[in-house]
């Protein structure tokens, strides 16, 4: 749920950004609802926080044509590293997210870690698998369904949902973007909820991502 005084900060720091003539930084909203049986079980909004190294290193490299610098990842390098762990230095290539596809390294995801957030995180921390086995959710696809442009602000929306027919209760306590290259991934956000959520067996949870760039300082 949001909290009052960090977006009372927040409207702080957009306002200082329209003072300098700067668009601020791009804006997470997490939208998590839960339906059994019809029923809508759970309703929660978040704001996301946590864009990852891969997600800073990819708008430098697509904003400046710096050259990549693969030898490492982390401070002091323009690289890239894949949900493998493998260093990569092709970031300005991927695309923000794949259409249509039900696989696990493409668009939203979701797990059941609740590691605190580090910008060095290159995957979440226990991705939960596309199944109907024990602790597994059924992903449908995902992708960007729809943007708008209004009162000088652009919202992307993405949308993803996840049927719980693993015959048990499943607890999502992160969820985060992956982008894709080919058949590879690479984290750009990850949040770790609070509250967390709760979806039962027979379940579906419908998960939401609004990010927003606020223009008004420029056009």
């Known amino acids: 749920m949001l909290d009052p005084r960090e977006e009372a900060k927040f409207d702080e720091l957009k306002g200082m950004f329209r003072d300098l003539k700067l668009p601020p930084p791009p804006e997470i909203f997490i939208g998590l609802q839960v339906h059994k049986d019809g029923e809508l079980i759970f309703d929660d909004k978040q704001r996301g926080h946590s864009w990852t190294r891969n997600f800073y290193n990819y708008k430098c490299l697509i904003g400046t044509n710096a050259g990549y610098t693969n030898v490492n990842f982390g401070t002091g390098y323009l690289s890239g590293k894949n949900n493998e762990g493998s260093v990569i230095s092709y970031l300005r290539n991927i695309e923000a997210l794949t259409t249509g596809s039900v696989a696990t390294t493409y668009g939203i995801v979701v797990g059941t870690s609740d590691t605190a957030f580090n910008v060095e995180q290159y995957a979440l921390g226990a991705l939960i698998a596309h199944g109907t086995g024990a602790g597994q959710l059924t992903y449908q696809a995902s992708g960007f369904n729809s943007k708008a442009y209004a009162l000088k602000v652009w919202t992307a929306t993405s949308?993803?949902?996840?049927?719980n027919n693993s015959g048990g209760d499943i607890t999502v306590k992160e969820i985060g973007l992956y982008s894709a290259y080919y058949s590879l991934a690479y984290l750009t956000e990850r949040s770790v909820l609070s509250p967390t959520v709760l979806v039962p067996d027979?379940?579906?949870?419908?998960?939401t991502y609004e990010i927003s760039m606020d223009f008004s300082s420029i056009d």
């Open 202 to 207: 027979g379940a579906q949870l419908t998960a």
């Open 159 to 163: 949308k993803r949902i996840f049927n």
